[in-house]
């Protein structure tokens, strides 16, 4: 702001921060010295919301103000707009899951690696849904495939930056086991084939429902049996050329 903006068009980019400079004047307007400076009291530390309000409200087409939660606060729909653009702005205002599920699935894979195998990008219910318990158990539920492939492309990540056979892959929820294990029984063939060693997907619900695969498809568990024996290890050296661009795609930022 060059300090030239007309009172009116304060109060159209405003809105309701007009309001906020209003009962803050009127609050502490008769402590203020008249004869003082008005960039010198809008730095006192009461006008400082509103201050910060004026500045952001100069931020049409510029993502980088719309990152402050006071942006939400006062201009909920036009920032709402943008985090369903940039993921990386869902993450800011919460709205991560609720916007861009495959990648709060594949970020929270990874970050299990990185940060804990417990980690869960945990959201608050935003605009009155269920948070990132619903969202991830709908992403889970619905979009299942994509699931999968997200599983495999961390394992695959953790293969090259680790320069060895990832054994297995914990997921904390259930579900995927339970309603397709004929899909990660394959998931965990497709892995073992591309890293030359064992691969098993574990979860909550995996032990029971592998039992009872198992038991029902023998000949799919002899079929297991002769591509373990048949494998050729691959060099450590390697696993830095296998599957680049898998990998790199794994690898992009929300």
């Not at 530390?45 to 409200?57: E, G, I, L, P, S």
């Not at 994509?146 to 695959?156: C, H, M, N, P, S």
């Not at 904390?172 to 030359?196: N, R, V, Y």
Request: net charge negative.
């Amino acid at each position: 702001m060059d300090g030239t903006l007309d009172a009116n068009e304060v109060q159209d980019s405003l809105g309701d921060p007009a309001a906020v400079l209003k009962a803050a004047w009127s609050e502490h307007g008769p402590a203020i010295d008249a004869r003082s400076d008005l960039r010198t009291w809008l730095r006192l530390k009461c006008f400082k919301d509103v201050h910060r309000t004026m500045y952001v409200a100069t931020a049409s087409g510029k993502k980088d103000y719309d990152w402050p939660h006071l942006a939400m606060r006062y201009w909920p729909e036009r920032v709402d707009a943008k985090c369903r653009q940039d993921p990386s702005l869902g993450v800011a205002h919460g709205s991560f899951w609720a916007y861009h599920p495959a990648r709060a699935w594949a970020w929270e894979l990874r970050l299990q690696d990185e940060i804990a195998p417990d980690f869960r990008i945990e959201e608050a219910p935003y605009h009155g849904d269920g948070g990132d318990r619903e969202h991830r158990a709908a992403y889970l539920a619905e979009h299942w495939e994509d699931a999968l492939a997200a599983i495999t492309k961390e394992v695959l990540r953790r293969r090259r930056k680790k320069k060895a056979p990832q054994p297995e892959l914990t997921l904390l929820e259930p579900g995927l086991w339970s309603k397709h294990p004929a899909e990660c029984w394959q998931l965990e063939l497709d892995i073992i084939a591309k890293q030359s060693a064992d691969f098993h997907l574990r979860a909550p619900d995996e032990p029971a429902t592998r039992a009872a695969f198992e038991q029902s498809h023998p000949e799919l568990v002899a079929e297991r049996e002769t591509l373990l024996m048949e494998l050729t290890p691959i060099d450590g050296l390697m696993f830095g050329d296998i599957d680049e661009a898998v990998c790199d795609e794994a690898e992009d930022s929300p």
